[in-house]
């Protein structure tokens, strides 16, 4: 069908986009918004007029007023194995105060890396253990969720990478000890469950314990 472009049909144009916009989730692509008969035209207007808002290359996100973290947004619309990992995910559950420049972010060895507006590490762990110790988590604002190691498998990752700082992964494993129903055994088994990781952590809880 073709659209006349009088004002008046512009007009129609952008009401008929706001109006399509109600049945596109809160963070959408641009194939998602054409495949509901938002032409590409339509996208770029409702942007100029603050009803849409580009967050990275063919990424939009309406309801502006939300609180979104628009870097990890991006990263699971783009890459749907991806998985906080290392010292990301080390701060996410709380065993370390450090503050990366970057997230680490995990995904199958094989697997292509998407160019990306937030700043990420990519790493490309083994397909085969690829799933263990990971779990989902919801990104607030959106209907996405993420990848994110456990605990224990983070610092079993951490243990296995002798080139990262070695004095954050003992910080990790100390704090750790100090959460209730956590005991050196339970971290021993999960690290055991991945090459080269369970000598380094039975080192350190030797120490620690």
């Known amino acids: 069908m073709i659209r006349s472009m009088t004002k008046n049909g512009q007009a129609n144009l952008k009401e008929d986009g706001t109006r399509l916009l109600s049945d596109l989730p809160y963070l959408f692509t641009t194939a998602q918004a054409l495949s509901i008969g938002i032409p590409r035209v339509t996208l770029h207007r409702l942007a100029q007029h603050s009803k849409i808002r580009p967050i990275a290359r063919g990424l939009y996100m309406r309801g502006a ?3 979104i973290d628009l870097d990890l947004a991006e990263i699971a619309a783009k890459a749907p194995t991806a998985t906080i990992c290392l010292t990301s995910a080390l701060g996410e559950h709380g065993l370390t105060d450090a503050i990366s420049k970057r997230i ?3 995904i199958p060895r094989g697997t292509w890396a998407p160019k990306t507006t937030a700043a990420v590490t990519w790493h490309r762990f083994d397909s085969k253990s690829f799933y263990s110790g990971r779990n989902e988590q919801s990104i607030p604002g959106t209907n996405l969720t993420i990848g994110i190691y456990s605990a224990e498998r983070t610092l079993a990752d951490l243990a296995r990478h002798p080139n990262l700082d070695q004095a954050e992964l003992v910080e990790g ?4 000890l100090r ?4 005991h050196p055994a339970k971290l021993l088994k999960s690290a055991q469950k991945l090459p080269g990781a369970g000598f380094h952590i039975q080192r350190i809880l030797e120490i620690l314990t």
């Open 65 to 67: 007023e939300r609180v």
């Open 179 to 182: 959460q209730p129903g956590n």
């Open 173 to 176: 494993i100390r704090r750790w």
């Open 104 to 106: 680490d972010i995990a």
